[in-house]
């Protein structure tokens, strides 16, 4: 797997502009890729921090160099709030954020705080979804439950509306975060919303919000040509992400005519969002297995290269530790390490 720098070095540059352009500020979901040199990339383009699913996520990104890091999560095991409070407690600037949606997470919270409490945001769910609250007043209980545990500092709300099918649903989730912004009594709540799917309705929803917007976008980064490629909201808006990740095979045998084994898969290539898309014209993919893809095409001997787009981003990353940059000649011209 390759990663193209130019492709890479745009879908950074858009993002940070559109969160600009929009009164938003982002704290890309680095879950995606656990990648120093990309997670630098996106701080330096001026992302507030990273967001992360865990803490064991959450203590490599703070080996990145990231001084704020929400953990888009609840968090409940011991040996991980142990390393935040710890974390916390030796660096007066480290900022930490992470998600509460019952007063019994808020015990478990309290009770592992160090000397700085821990920062938390309320998260507002909806039917159907992961976590969070299901109605407002379990969510408001919870944000009072929060703001009276000595430990815990509430700090705004969270949700997530990338499982939401459409627009419609997502205006009226949005709507629901940000009513439960107005029964947040601190200065300058925050209100953080995640995906790569909705960006531009939470752009034009979000704009009037009397709170500090955290976009959780991860995807976008290397974007993809499958899965966000059909759902990227750039399909409604003015501008463009690319896919930056690029699959190589040999194929292994042609042993039927109009048959070839190429030497990728599924340890190689994600294929829980869609197979990969092969860049040559006319050959399909009929079959992934483990270590081989199964393809039709005509003409193909063994030996030669093929080469494959990919869908999902997020399940591409942790199939290697090392990736090639490539220049537009595809000479290697850096290196992307992963810490999975």
Request: hydrophobic letters at 40%.
């Amino acid at each position: 797997m390759v990663v193209h720098r130019d492709a890479l070095e745009h879908n950074v540059a858009t993002m940070a502009a559109f969160v600009r352009d929009h009164g938003m500020e982002l704290a890309p979901h680095a879950k995606t890729h656990m990648s120093a040199e990309i997670s630098a990339l996106q701080l330096e383009a001026g992302a507030w921090g990273l967001t992360v699913a865990t803490t064991r996520q959450a203590e490599v990104v703070r080996g990145f160099g990231a001084g704020r890091i929400m953990v888009a999560n609840q968090i409940v095991d011991p040996a991980g709030l142990a390393w935040a409070a710890g974390e916390l407690a030796r660096d007066p600037g480290f900022e930490l954020l992470s998600f509460v949606d019952s007063e019994a997470g808020i015990d478990i919270l309290a009770r592992h705080a160090g000397p700085r409490p821990f920062r938390v945001l309320a998260e507002l769910g909806h039917e159907g979804g992961r976590a969070g609250c299901r109605t407002l007043d379990e969510l408001l209980k919870v944000v009072s439950y929060a703001q009276e545990t000595p430990g815990v500092e509430l700090a705004g709300i969270a949700g997530y509306e990338g499982a939401l099918k459409t627009a419609e649903e997502v205006r009226s989730y949005l709507g629901a975060l940000q009513e439960a912004v107005e029964y947040v009594r601190v200065k300058s709540p925050i209100l953080t919303v995640g995906g790569s799917q909705w960006f531009d309705v939470i752009g034009r929803e979000l704009v009037a919000t009397q709170a500090r917007i955290l976009l959780r976008s991860g995807a976008y980064v290397t974007h993809d040509d499958g899965y966000y490629r059909e759902r990227t909201p750039f399909n409604r808006i003015e501008g463009e992400l690319r896919p930056a990740l690029e699959v190589w095979g040999h194929v292994l045998s042609t042993p039927e005519p109009g048959l070839a084994v190429v030497g990728i898969g599924k340890r190689d290539a994600p294929y829980d969002e869609g197979l990969p898309i092969p860049r040559r014209d006319g050959v399909t993919i009929t079959k992934m297995q483990d270590q081989h893809t199964v393809v039709r095409a005509d003409g193909l001997r063994p030996g030669d290269l093929l080469a494959f787009g990919i869908s999902h981003p997020c399940t591409a990353f942790d199939k290697w530790r090392v990736l090639p940059l490539v220049d537009r000649d595809y000479r290697v011209v850096g290196t992307i390490t992963t810490n999975f």
